[in-house]
């Protein structure tokens, strides 16, 4: 093939990392800059000039992505020649050079792979055979402990000399993780089975303990390529370096404002400090955008240029500059929601768009339900990707299990769900002897387990004593209904006795904390649903009523068909690699954009920024960020600030209602320690915060009017009140609704409420129970 056939199809910035092979070579892809076309193109190039295509390996992160660039390759050279190259994931490479050399590690070439599955089942039989409290040694975090040392390379034995994993451990009261990590490795070796991580593991002791074997390879590849540099972990890398080491044929691809993955073992610094492990490198940078505007980009390199950590760069676009993005200041998550569902239809509308050049991204998977609620209510299909709908999450599908079990005990898919959920310790084995007691008896689950001495089913004293005591805690639940509590108490209660939080709050994983957020937003939701009812002069607040409308919900999830063109709802971290027209990201919030947890390290609040940097160059065309000035959030409803990133972005490429009231973008010596006292300085600031919105109606300024005056309010003087502090002609400020004047008490009981004649032409009369309505007493 004649270069000029695809070295003419380049900018002058890629073609110059391609036809460099040279020396060690590091191309800094900035977003939307063609890095699979050069990536693709540099394989081809050295095909070009006489390298075997067996001699070349190149890395990828995922599956997709080495497919991609396999078939751009087999487009340009043919499958015969493409077929031959060493292409895929890190996993699959090595657990190829693994198989080839499994003698030299004590294991045979057809040893088993376990998937992530398989490895949890193994870690949480290990706990129990050590007759461990798996509350303390969740399962779940063991598996995390043990992948994060395999990750560093540390083995069960450097694991026991290590005084600080030793203390850790120990302060949280977790000492024997080492035995489990060494009795996990030693059981992996006698079932003959690596994990995902031993494949990354065994092959740096393989190039460690057998110079040979890595010799082998280091002559045997002749250019080594890796995507996604950004995102290795220690392991990686180190694999990287024995394979090109004294040798000056690598060439790594990736961009430091996408480190994003730190929580995975990801090492910014292994592309940042390049340098040091390969003297004589040579850095190409692709900065024309082929994805955005020219307004995005900018937007997104002002926010990105406010970190320390980072090879400077200057990503630009030759596309229109197009609109300014669109920063939304909403009362609150469920105006968020609704904001957001109307902009999406009115896109539809306007243009004529397909939904799926559409996505709404968040920061964390349990703020999709109200988005979905409101997606659902303006019939716009959607599909979560890389995940499931609210209502389809274990955690909620589990709590939703035991609402229908207090409403119809008889249901008997609800209880086989639930039985032994959390562990009571009613296996299978009694499970498969009520169901048949049930079958012969024609009645239900439930019917056998309350009438134990009518059925013969064969169970011991204590497994009958184990189901009386079920029975007796759905009997509980039943009871709540039967007096007429709301749906928000009994579900509150369910959740409460049933320990299906309490046993997710002592697990630090970010499966477990997703799991809490899911379960608080559950409970969100029916509260809210039963404050609707009640504004709305509806008699109805029970459980049944709102399982009634999750019914509704749910059945819309499954039949939202994912054929049909659907806008895209997602996180972040699962947004990258991906691009639409138009970009909603929402909750651009203190403590969860950047997280709570994040924003007590510099290094951590820098990987959020660069995790927004991530949100805004999805965007080809539009994009908008909002925030709410008013969030339930880990339980209670809280009032943030919006996110300091909003003051990182120039606001010449904003569109901003009025003034910015955002902390001013530090400088980058000051960077470090103003993320320090960023929090502290805000929860003392009682300013109102300007709008920054522009209104889509009258009515929505009004509303924006109503909002402005209660955030100007420091959220600590919004409050639950008794009825007894309340009179007829009291003047009140509520949270939602701003001022307004009681007309009506009614004191009676625990659902005691008022009516309030708001001052707002759009809210008029509200009836709220005391029990949940904040505000204030002017």
């Known amino acids: 093939m004649d270069p000029e056939e695809y070295l003419g199809k380049l900018n002058t910035q890629q073609r110059a990392a391609v036809e460099y092979c040279d020396g060690p070579q590091l191309v800094i892809a900035g977003a939307g800059s063609g890095k699979t076309r050069v990536l693709t193109y540099k394989i081809v190039h050295l095909l070009a000039h006489g390298y075997e295509p067996w001699r070349i390996l190149a890395l990828t992160f995922t599956n997709k992505a080495a497919r991609e660039m396999r078939e751009r390759v087999e487009a340009l050279v043919g499958p015969e020649v493409s077929s031959s190259l060493w292409m895929g994931t890190f996993h699959s490479i090595f657990a190829r050079i693994l198989r080839l050399n499994a003698e030299h590690i004590g294991f045979k070439s057809s040893f088993t792979i376990y998937d ?23 399962p779940s975090t063991v598996h995390n402990a043990i992948s994060w040392a395999k990750n560093a390379l540390i083995s069960p034995e450097d694991y026991a000399l290590n005084r600080d994993l030793q203390r850790a451990d120990t302060n949280a009261r977790r000492p024997r993780t080492c035995e489990i990590y060494r009795c996990y490795r030693d059981r992996c070796r006698v079932a003959g089975a690596m994990d995902f991580d031993d494949l990354l593991f065994y092959t740096n002791v393989l190039f460690r303990d057998h110079p040979d074997v890595s010799r082998h390879y280091q002559e045997f590849f002749r250019y080594v390529l890796v995507d996604e540099y950004q995102d290795t972990n220690f392991a990686q890398h180190l694999i990287v370096k024995q394979l090109t080491q004294g040798a000056s044929r690598l060439c790594v691809v990736g961009d430091d404002a996408q480190s994003i993955y730190s929580f995975r073992g990801a090492n910014i610094r292994n592309i940042l400090e390049m340098e040091n492990s390969y003297p004589g490198l040579q850095t190409f940078k692709l900065e024309r955008n082929y994805r955005s505007t020219q307004n995005i980009i900018d937007a997104a390199g002002s926010l990105i240029s406010k970190n320390v950590d980072q090879i400077p760069k200057n990503v630009y676009s030759e596309n229109d500059r197009g609109t300014l993005i669109d920063v939304v200041k909403c009362y609150s998550d469920y105006e968020e929601a609704a904001q957001v569902a109307a902009r999406v239809s009115q896109i539809k509308r306007t243009t004529g768009d397909p939904y799926d050049g559409t996505a709404i991204l968040y920061r964390t998977n349990a703020q999709s339900r109200v988005l979905e609620e409101s997606l659902r209510k303006r019939n716009v299909p959607y599909r979560i990707y890389g995940g499931l709908s609210f209502y389809q999450r274990k955690e909620v599908k589990d709590a939703i299990a035991y609402f229908r079990m207090s409403l119809n005990p008889d ?39 309350t009438g134990l001495d009518r059925y013969d089913c064969g169970l011991n004293a204590g497994t009958r004593n184990k189901l009386q005591d079920f029975a007796s805690l759905i009997k509980g639940f039943i009871e709540l209904n039967a007096q007429g509590r709301d749906a928000y108490d009994v579900a509150r209660s369910i959740i409460d006795r049933t320990g299906l939080y309490k046993m997710l709050v002592h697990d630090s994983t970010p499966e477990s904390i997703s799991k809490q957020e899911n379960l608080q937003e559950l409970l969100k939701g029916v509260k809210e649903y039963v404050e609707a009812m009640v504004e709305q002069g509806r008699d109805d607040v029970s459980l049944g009523s709102f399982m009634t409308e999750v019914s509704l919900a749910t059945d819309q999830d499954i039949n939202n068909g994912v054929d049909e063109e659907s806008v895209t709802m997602m ?12 970009v909603f990201i929402v909750g651009v919030e203190e403590d969860l954009f950047p997280s709570a947890m994040a924003a007590q390290s510099a290094a951590e609040v820098e990987e959020e920024r660069r995790l927004l940097y991530v949100a805004i160059t999805r965007a080809r065309k539009f994009c908008m960020i909002s925030y709410a000035t008013q969030r339930f959030r880990n339980g209670q409803t809280v009032f943030p600030r919006p ?6 972005i120039d606001t010449r490429y904003l569109h901003i209602s009025g003034g910015s009231d955002f902390v001013p973008s530090a400088s980058m010596v000051q960077q470090r320690r103003v993320t320090a006292s960023y929090n502290a300085s805000m929860a003392g600031s009682a300013r109102p915060l300007n709008d920054l919105r522009r209104p ?17 309010v420091p959220a600590g003087d919004f409050k639950l009140h008794s009825a007894s ?5 009291t003047r009140i400020r509520h949270t939602k609704f701003g001022v307004g004047l009681v007309t009506e008490l009614d004191t009676s009981g625990v659902d005691a409420r008022m009516t309030v004649e708001f001052e707002s032409d759009d809210i008029k009369s509200r009836t709220l129970l005391f029990k949940y309505a904040k505000f204030m007493i002017l």
């Open 411 to 449: 249901d008997d898919e609800a209880l086989r769900r639930i039985i032994n959920f959390p562990a009571r310790g009613i296996g299978d084995t009694t499970l498969g002897k009520l169901t048949r007691a049930a079958m012969d008896a024609g009645v239900s689950l439930w019917g056998v387990i």
């Open 725 to 729: 502090e309340v009179n007829v002609g």
């Open 571 to 582: 996180t972040v971290h699962a947004a990258k690699g991906l691009e639409f027209d138009n």
């Open 116 to 138: 992530a599955a398989d490895s949890k089942a193994l870690v949480k039989l290990i706990i129990k055979d050590m007759q461990l409290d798996d509350k303390v040694y969740k």
């Open 696 to 712: 889509l109606s009258e009515n929505r300024r009004q509303a924006e009017g109503r909002a402005a005056s209660a955030s100007s």
């Open 643 to 648: 996110s300091r990133f909003i003051g990182d």
